[in-house]
């Protein structure tokens, strides 16, 4: 499956609970050629209207965490573990995200990034590894089938918790570092060494 085909199956999909009451697939954004991918848990509120992943105020804060280390949407990739909303803004389901999961596969493969960056837990934990402990090991790195992992803090608990702020800063520079260590044209990222 390509590009196009892909994003026009997907939002299309019921192959779970959460298509009867979302508003819109929140597909992903970002370049199709990204070398770097981050992945959610799922749609909030203002991501199940816009039809757009991180828009909301935690999205601001996505934005703004990675524009200090030269990433953004501009370059990067950004996508959910399952891409309709839960109700209640609730964690999904593990039937739901074993529904979703065949979806961000397919982009994964089209998109062959490099290096994959879970927004909390819930990613972490379907990502890197069942029992991940996001107080313990984020910003740790995880090689899998020549691709490197990691997780951050999700923005959302970023935001009800600021003291997390500077760890995950320290994390942030982690990245920058992997970033010029194993992308190949570290340029494209306005990464400063
Ligand atoms: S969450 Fe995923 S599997 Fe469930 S309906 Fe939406 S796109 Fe399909």
Redesign the pocket.
Same mark, same amino acid.
């Given at each position: 499956m390509d590009w196009d085909a892909l994003s026009a199956a =997907?939002p299309q @999909?019921?192959? =779970?609970?959460?298509?009867d009451t979302?508003h819109n697939?929140v597909f992903g954004v970002g370049p199709r050629d990204a070398e770097i991918l981050f992945v959610g848990e799922?749609p909030g509120e203002q991501e199940d209207l816009k039809g757009e992943p991180f828009v909301g105020p935690a999205g601001q804060l996505l934005d703004e965490m990675l524009s200090i280390i030269g990433l953004g949407r501009h370059n990067c990739y950004i996508a959910n573990i399952?891409? @309709?909303r839960p109700p209640h803004n609730r964690d999904?389901l593990e039937t739901?995200q074993e529904? @979703?999961m065949?979806?961000l596969r397919i982009q994964a493969k089209l998109l062959r990034p490099r290096i994959i960056v879970c927004l909390g837990r819930i990613a972490a934990m379907k990502l890197i590894k069942e029992d991940f402990k996001i107080t313990r090991e984020h910003g740790q790195w995880f090689e899998k089938g020549g691709i490197w992992f990691t997780a951050l803090y999700h923005p959302s608990a970023l935001l009800r918790d600021p003291g997390k702020r500077p760890e995950t800063f320290r994390d942030l520079k982690t990245l920058q570092a992997k970033v010029l260590e194993v992308c190949p044209d570290p340029a494209k990222y306005d990464v400063i060494s």
């Open positions: =997907c @999909c019921n192959r =779970c609970e959460l298509s979302r697939v799922g399952v891409k @309709c999904p739901e529904a @979703c065949p979806w």
